[in-house]
């Protein structure tokens, strides 16, 4: 659907493909490391390229799940990207020391964001097992004891780890941070049990579509009391 001109990837990779007739360039191929030998070094600029770069040039592309049933390609400018990032710099800052889980799948625009944001700004990503990751309490668990600050994940993970929280009774650990992006957020148990301690990290509703880079944002108050009856 997509129809790329070329892929780049490796023989390795490229046996495990499905059947496609995309132009393939390996990467690993003598052929190909020597066309790159030819070239410098140096860092390109624009006069290396067909024209300058614009902030209204694509960043990314990426495939939404698609309000009709059909999925569907958004191609995001790096304008609004920059917008995010800047904007995620002042709203949940932190810079080195700060430990942000690596969670989210890559082909899953909330990936952006949370790996983007925490390497521009100097924090660490940590990347659990697949095993660990499909587990709450083990995960919550995983957490702790590597010592992570951030947490970018949907609703139903959110409310699986509030779950285990309680199971644990010493609440969500060494989290500071918990922003809910990629579905919609539903609001009270066990989320408010976990989240009326004032101990408890803040938490962020992040539920927009891709055509906003991700975010709309909205911040859960402190007291769960003054949480709205459906979070905005």
């Not at 810079?95 to 942000?100: A, K, S, W």
Request: hydrophobic share 40%; charged share 20%.
């Amino acid at each position: 659907d997509a129809a790329p001109v070329v892929l780049l990837t490796t023989t390795d990779t490229a046996v495990g493909l499905p059947p496609h007739e995309t132009t393939i360039m390996l990467l690993d191929d003598p052929n190909t490391q020597a066309l790159l030998d030819a070239y410098s070094d140096a860092p390109i600029t624009d006069t290396d390229r067909t024209s300058p770069l614009l902030p209204a040039h694509p960043a990314y592309i990426i495939y939404t799940s698609g309000s009709t049933g059909q999925p569907k390609g958004v191609a995001m400018p790096a304008e609004g990207l920059t917008n995010l990032l800047e904007w995620h710099r002042s709203s949940i800052p932190g810079g080195p020391g700060t430990r942000t889980l690596q969670f989210t799948s890559i082909s899953f625009d909330v990936s952006v964001q949370e790996t983007m944001s925490a390497l521009l700004s100097g924090k660490s990503l940590v990347i659990p097992p697949d095993v660990i990751r499909a587990d709450p309490d083990e995960l919550l668990r995983w957490c702790d004891e590597f010592s992570v600050h951030e947490l970018y994940a949907p609703n139903v993970v959110v409310h699986l780890l509030c779950d285990a929280a309680l199971r644990r009774r010493n609440r969500l650990g060494t989290l500071r941070t918990v922003a809910q992006a990629g579905e919609a957020l539903t609001l009270g148990s066990p989320a408010g049990d976990v989240f009326r301690e004032r101990r408890a990290p803040l938490l962020h509703n992040h539920y927009g579509p891709s055509e906003t880079h991700v975010v709309t944002a909205y911040t859960l108050p402190d007291d769960a009391e003054l949480w709205p009856r459906v979070a905005p």
